[in-house]
């Protein structure tokens, strides 16, 4: 079975960018992921405890929680890091991502990126975002392939959204923090993910660096699907309408900042501490 028929995609979705259409996304129900139940054992520690949550189609979620919370297991979960050992998720309404792989869910539409930034040091930016878009043609071979004028396009239009464009030449490896974090946010966005999972952003950011990812992630809401794990709530309340907040691998609580921030519960195990 191809993996655009285990993922449910019709016969008529096509590539896009050298990687698949998520053309067999169904968004009917407005949800883009469901996670129902979802627990994670490891020897017997409950890293997740029958989690719940939901994130609709074009939503900018923020999911914050003290250490230990969950939150990473809860991503690793829907890029298929980690089997649940109970429960389903599902990307759309009919796609299982407990039964792909992790290389089946990136190419159906999720990206994933890490706190610290990877991104290829010695190539210059631009290189790096044609990379990312021709990653599954095989690295090296794609720099020596000449670009046409409709991926030179989307390569310009991603540098501007980033706003790197005047460092399009530059090695990234002497880009700042900041920087990095912006390039490779705009290297999975290359990809064209319909659901991005972003943890800790703007850790180790400068106040302004801080402020322009913040206007970046606005910029992508109803486009793509954003769920932001962070720290700094003044980041968060620059953009989240919805604030999920785990504890012990659950679902504590949910809604907006000033309300979450108002509960008990969170203070005591979160903000408070």
């Known amino acids: 079975m191809s993996t655009q028929e285990t993922l449910g995609f019709s016969g008529g979705a096509s590539a896009a960018g050298g990687h698949l259409a998520q053309a067999g996304v169904d968004l009917s129900h407005g949800p883009i992921l469901y996670l129902e139940d979802i627990s ?29 919370a969950g939150k990473t297991t809860m991503m690793d979960v829907v890029t298929g890091k980690t089997r649940p050992t109970s429960g389903s998720a599902f990307f759309g309404q009919s796609i299982d991502l407990t039964r792909l792989s992790e290389a089946q869910i990136a190419d159906g539409g999720i990206g994933r990126k890490f706190q610290k930034p990877t991104v290829f040091e010695n190539h210059t930016v631009f290189e790096n975002l044609e990379l990312a878009m021709k990653m599954d043609k095989g690295v090296w071979a794609s720099l ?64 302004e660096e801080t402020e322009r ?61």
């Not at 405890?49 to 230990?68: F, M, Q, W």
């Not at 659950?250 to 008990?264: I, K, M, Y």
Request: some cysteine.
């Open 40 to 68: 994670v054992s490891f020897d017997g520690f409950l890293a997740l405890n029958k989690l719940n949550l939901t994130v609709d189609a074009g939503e900018l979620r923020c999911i914050i929680g003290p250490n230990g």
């Open 144 to 207: 020596r392939a000449r670009l046409t004028g409709e991926q030179g396009d989307r390569i310009g239009m991603m540098l501007e959204k980033i706003q790197l464009r005047e460092q399009a030449g530059r090695q990234a490896g002497t880009l700042s923090h900041g920087q990095k974090q912006w390039l490779e946010i705009g290297m999975l966005l290359m990809q064209e993910p319909r659901l991005l999972l972003l943890d800790e952003p703007v850790a180790g950011m400068t106040d």
């Open 213 to 273: 990812t913040a206007e970046l992630f606005l910029g992508l809401a109803g486009e793509r699907s954003v769920v932001v794990v962070e720290h700094d709530m003044e980041f968060i309340a620059r953009i989240a309408a919805v604030v999920t907040v785990m504890h012990e691998g659950s679902v504590l609580a949910e809604g907006p900042l000033h309300r979450v921030r108002n509960d008990e519960r969170v203070i005591e195990v979160y903000l408070g501490r």
